[in-house]
């Protein structure tokens, strides 16, 4: 009884799908800075609406698998650009119009278009391409990765135009945590990372109550595991109580750049206790992202950190560095290693080599 007061409550704030098949299909990651970002190209907020509406409502959608996701890029500034999704839209203009190029399997930051299609198509082309997916996969075919990408381009029937001209400009990752102008007058956001993720309910309290007095009362979380308090005219009372509630209001702070699953305190398939040690090695170096793994599921990170921790044993971790030329982690740099070594390790590296 108590969950399903729970559900009611969450589902009464609008916290929940329109309906119970249509959960686990609701896979659609915006900028968190959507329709106040300074840069963007469009608000995506009223197609990403249309979009939710159609996976929700739509019985047919609701066969895809609960990880099938869908990006839709209005080219904000404040934007995670190298999270994999099934299927990406992202805006530029060409000529003057405004225009949606998309992939499939992949992402903007890192891969190239396969075609565009103008901006008031959106929608129809979600549409067109997840139908096309469902037409043609098997039932072991469950991500757009499974199929070949010229198969379902070819039965697309949708008039598509070529991608010629689109560029994505990276995305400024210091913009997640700090207060910025907004593209209304006078406006500011505030944006802040809940310390290796876990936010508590003081914390979120606080935060909501800072929306409700300084924001127009809505909080929006980002892909950093943080949050963003939109439409403030007063940003630094709002920074200033963000910080006593526990959150992480600038990236010097020694944990802005750690990351860390749930770990072995959490979850049985975690060789380490990830998250306390993220705090130990935080304490040991500072200045490159770490992103410590209990296992190699990397529940806490769809992109690959500079650096990866992978847990062996408790307390032990093999070294990873990001390298392009090498899939998951990166390349191998050292096996077993202490926290305490591993902190000596990154301490004397170069800052340089760590993003190679
Ligand atoms: S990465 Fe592994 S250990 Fe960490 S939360 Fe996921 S399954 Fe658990």
Same mark, same amino acid.
């Given at each position: 009884?108590?969950?399903?007061?729970?559900?009611?409550r969450?589902?009464?704030?609008g916290?929940?799908?329109s309906n119970?098949g249509?959960?686990?299909?609701?896979?659609?990651m915006l900028?968190p800075?959507?329709?106040?970002?300074?840069?963007?190209?469009f608000?995506?907020?009223?197609?990403?609406a249309?979009?939710?509406?159609?996976?929700e409502n739509?019985?047919r959608?609701?066969?895809l698998?609960?990880?099938?996701?869908v990006? $839709?890029?209005g080219?904000?500034?404040?934007a995670?650009?190298e999270?994999h999704?099934?299927?990406w839209?992202?805006?530029?203009?060409?000529h003057?119009?405004?225009?949606l190029a998309?992939?499939l399997?992949?992402?903007?930051?890192?891969?190239?278009?396969?075609?565009?299609?103008p901006?008031?198509?959106? $929608?129809?082309?979600?549409?067109?391409v997840?139908e096309t997916f469902?037409?043609?996969?098997?039932p072991?075919q469950?991500r757009?990765?499974?199929?070949?990408?010229d198969?379902v381009?070819?039965?697309?029937?949708l008039?598509?135009?070529?991608a010629?001209?689109?560029?994505?400009p990276?995305?400024?990752?210091?913009?997640q945590?700090?207060?910025?102008?907004?593209?209304?007058?006078?406006?500011?956001?505030?944006?802040?990372?809940?310390p290796?993720?876990?936010?508590?309910p003081?914390?979120?309290?606080?935060?909501?109550?800072?929306?409700?007095?300084?924001?127009?009362g809505?909080?929006r979380?980002t892909?950093?595991?943080?949050?963003?308090?939109?439409?403030?005219?007063?940003p630094?009372a709002?920074?200033?109580?963000l910080?006593q509630?526990?959150?992480?209001c600038?990236?010097?702070?020694?944990?802005?750049?750690?990351i860390?699953?749930?770990?072995?305190?959490?979850?049985?398939k975690?060789l380490a206790?990830?998250?306390a040690?993220?705090?130990q090695?935080?304490?040991?170096?500072?200045?490159v992202?770490?992103?410590?793994?209990?296992?190699p599921?990397?529940?806490?990170?769809a992109?690959?950190?500079?650096?990866?921790?992978?847990?062996?044993s408790p307390?032990?971790y093999?070294?990873?560095?990001?390298?392009?030329a090498?899939?998951g982690f990166g390349r191998?740099h050292?096996?077993?290693?202490?926290i305490?070594?591993?902190?000596a390790l990154?301490r004397?590296?170069?800052r340089s080599n760590?993003d190679?």
């Open positions: 009884a108590e969950q399903e007061a729970l559900i009611a969450l589902l009464a704030a916290l929940g799908p119970a249509g959960d686990d299909v609701r896979n659609l900028s800075s959507a329709g106040i970002d300074p840069q963007m190209l608000d995506t907020r009223p197609l990403a249309q979009i939710l509406a159609t996976l739509h019985p959608f609701h066969e698998s609960a990880k099938f996701a990006q $839709l890029d080219g904000e500034d404040l995670m650009l999270h999704h099934d299927l839209l992202s805006a530029f203009v060409r003057g119009e405004t225009l998309f992939g399997a992949g992402c903007p930051g890192l891969d190239a278009p396969l075609a565009a299609v901006l008031g198509q959106g $929608l129809e082309l979600v549409v067109a997840l469902l037409d043609l996969a098997t072991e469950m757009m990765r499974h199929l070949p990408v198969n381009l070819s039965h697309l029937r008039p598509l135009l070529p010629d001209g689109f560029t994505r990276p995305s400024d990752a210091s913009l945590v700090g207060t910025y102008p907004q593209v209304q007058k006078n406006q500011f956001y505030v944006a802040a990372l809940a290796l993720g876990r936010l508590d003081t914390m979120l309290k606080g935060a909501a109550q800072l929306a409700s007095d300084y924001g127009d809505t909080l979380f892909p950093w595991q943080g949050v963003l308090v939109p439409n403030v005219e007063k630094h709002v920074t200033e109580r910080a509630l526990g959150f992480i600038s990236l010097g702070h020694p944990l802005a750049r750690m860390a699953c749930t770990g072995s305190s959490g979850c049985a975690g206790d990830t998250k040690d993220a705090v090695l935080a304490a040991l170096q500072s200045g992202e770490v992103h410590l793994s209990g296992c599921r990397s529940c806490a990170a992109h690959t950190a500079p650096v990866t921790l992978l847990a062996v307390g032990h093999d070294l990873y560095f990001r390298d392009a090498q899939p191998l050292a096996r077993t290693l202490s305490e070594a591993a902190g990154l004397a590296r170069p760590t190679d």
